[in-house]
């Protein structure tokens, strides 16, 4: 099943705010291999085939560090085609002087690191949907070391020439203020649904049976505020949903729960209760 294809809600893209356009740009070309699709003095789009964004990169005016202890933004989180993709990149972030974390997370085996601003960066690769393991609605998932000895014998290690074209945005994790409010905003008013809980502090939300397409936690603090517009941090990200037909109930869904809706010709834009923006397109 692939998780990229309608008529699954996805996340598609994310726009971040960085303090400095070249020393992103940099970092995100070199370090991790994107390619600039478009670019401006105060911004970049980034892409893996030249044809879908993936990544953009936005230098407001008066920017200011990401704040601590605030909503927005946890990872975003880059999804590779195949575990062999996975283990040559890591030899490849090592000599670059990146500071990893990892995780084997049952579904998953993923990396973790952030861009100069302290954007924090999920690279992953998903195990087949046959491997993972369901109770009824909820998937198993843990929070277990990487096996890197079994990931860098058994995969063939290649140089590392930038990320596969078939490279995707597999989900994103945010900061909020509040769990039952994000549950019922993200569940009653975007149709998703829970597929893991970790007691009263974090939530993982799915369309269509995946592992999780967003994660909510409350890690920075329940009633943490929400970090200033020209901050370093989240701006917003985009779902891809079935059709114009999806997008109009989801519209009717979220208008009806008394959340945000705004239109930007064919774009719905809402807002959780934390203040992480998102564009809704089909």
Same mark, same amino acid.
Request: glycine letters at 6%; zero cysteines; a negative charge.
């Given at each position: 099943?692939?998780?990229?294809?309608?008529?699954?809600?996805?996340?598609?893209?994310?726009?971040?705010?960085?303090?400095?356009?070249?020393?992103?740009?940099?970092?995100?070309?070199?370090?991790?291999?994107?390619?600039?699709?478009?670019?401006?003095?105060?911004?970049?789009?980034?892409?893996?085939?030249?044809?879908?964004?993936?990544?953009?990169?936005?230098?407001?005016?008066?920017?200011?560090?990401?704040?601590?202890?605030?909503?927005?933004?946890?990872?975003?989180?880059?999804?590779?085609p195949t575990r062999q993709s996975?283990?040559?990149?890591?030899?490849?972030?090592?000599?670059?002087?990146?500071?990893?974390g990892s995780s084997d997370h049952?579904?998953?085996?993923?990396?973790?690191?952030?861009?100069?601003?302290?954007?924090?960066?999920?690279?992953?690769?998903?195990?087949?949907?046959?491997?993972?393991?369901?109770?009824?609605?909820?998937?198993?998932? &843990?929070?277990?070391?990487?096996?890197?000895?079994?990931?860098?014998?058994?995969?063939?290690?290649?140089?590392? &020439?930038?990320?596969?074209?078939?490279?995707?945005?597999?989900?994103?994790?945010?900061?909020?203020?509040?769990?039952?409010?994000?549950?019922?905003?993200?569940?009653?008013?975007?149709?998703?649904?829970?597929?893991?809980?970790?007691?009263?502090?974090?939530?993982?939300?799915?369309?269509?049976?995946?592992?999780?397409?967003?994660?909510?936690?409350v890690w920075n603090g329940v009633?943490?505020?929400?970090?200033?517009?020209?901050?370093?941090?989240?701006?917003?990200?985009?779902?891809?949903?079935?059709?114009?037909?999806?997008?109009?109930?989801?519209?009717?869904?979220?208008?009806?729960?008394?959340?945000?809706?705004?239109?930007?010709?064919?774009?719905?834009? &809402?807002?959780?209760?934390?203040?992480?923006?998102?564009?809704?397109?089909?």
């Amino acid at each position: 099943m692939n998780f990229h294809q309608k008529p699954t809600t996805f996340v598609a893209s994310v726009a971040i705010n960085v303090t400095d356009l070249k020393r992103s740009l940099d970092f995100y070309t070199q370090v991790i291999g994107f390619q600039i699709a478009s670019q401006t003095e105060s911004d970049a789009t980034l892409t893996t085939n030249g044809r879908d964004v993936l990544l953009t990169l936005v230098q407001p005016e008066r920017v200011t560090p990401k704040q601590p202890r605030t909503t927005g933004l946890y990872h975003f989180a880059i999804l590779l085609p195949t575990r062999q993709s996975l283990a040559s990149i890591v030899p490849h972030l090592v000599n670059q002087g990146v500071q990893l974390g990892s995780s084997d997370h049952l579904v998953s085996e993923a990396l973790y690191f952030a861009d100069p601003d302290g954007n924090g960066i999920e690279i992953y690769r998903d195990r087949l949907p046959e491997e993972w393991t369901w109770q009824g609605d909820s998937v198993e998932m &843990t929070v277990d070391p990487l096996n890197f000895e079994d990931l860098l014998t058994k995969e063939t290690v290649e140089e590392w &020439t930038g990320l596969p074209s078939d490279t995707v945005m597999g989900h994103i994790h945010l900061h909020v203020d509040d769990i039952g409010r994000a549950e019922a905003f993200y569940t009653q008013g975007l149709d998703f649904e829970v597929v893991t809980r970790y007691g009263h502090q974090a939530l993982f939300i799915s369309d269509n049976r995946y592992h999780h397409h967003i994660g909510l936690n409350v890690w920075n603090g329940v009633g943490a505020p929400q970090p200033a517009k020209h901050s370093a941090g989240l701006v917003h990200y985009t779902l891809d949903v079935q059709d114009a037909d999806k997008q109009q109930q989801l519209a009717e869904r979220l208008q009806a729960f008394g959340a945000r809706v705004d239109w930007n010709e064919n774009i719905l834009i &809402t807002a959780d209760a934390a203040g992480n923006e998102i564009h809704i397109v089909y």
